[in-house]
């Protein structure tokens, strides 16, 4: 069984660095078979698709996020990383880690989330 699970500070001031990563348990990042996907959900708004990393290491974003955010791994920790840049308080939202099948990109294990305020 799959298992995903979030950690970092849940609280971030505005023109800071968010940082959340990631563990997976029970299958490895680099299966050929999976990305791993950031996603997140602003209150009352719907899910925002992040980005992506692939078990090769190669990264995709949201155009919207592009500038702000970088996703990296540490395959000897089984973990992946989120960075979010300059953050504001329209970036308060909960944050989920999820896996993707790389064959047609549906997220078939999510972590439990992760909420995430933006605020001095």
């Known amino acids: 069984q799959v298992q995903l699970q979030e950690s970092g500070p849940g609280l971030v001031k505005p023109s800071q660095t968010l940082s959340l990563t990631c563990t997976v348990s029970?299958?490895?990042?680099?299966?050929?078979?999976?990305?791993w996907s950031w996603t997140r959900q602003p209150p009352g708004k719907g899910l925002e698709w992040m980005g992506a990393?692939?078990?090769?290491?190669?990264?995709y974003y949201s155009p919207s996020l592009k500038s702000r955010t970088s996703i990296s791994r540490d395959t000897s920790k089984n973990q992946f990383t989120l960075q979010l840049n300059s953050v504001t308080p329209e970036d308060t939202a909960l944050y989920y880690c999820?896996?993707?099948?790389?064959?047609?990109?549906?997220?078939?294990?999510w972590g439990q989330g992760t909420q995430v305020t933006v605020s001095s």
């Open positions: 990393i692939t078990s090769s290491g190669s990264t």
């Open positions: 999820a896996r993707l099948q790389s064959t047609n990109l549906v997220r078939d294990y």
């Open positions: 029970g299958g490895s990042i680099i299966n050929n078979y999976y990305y």
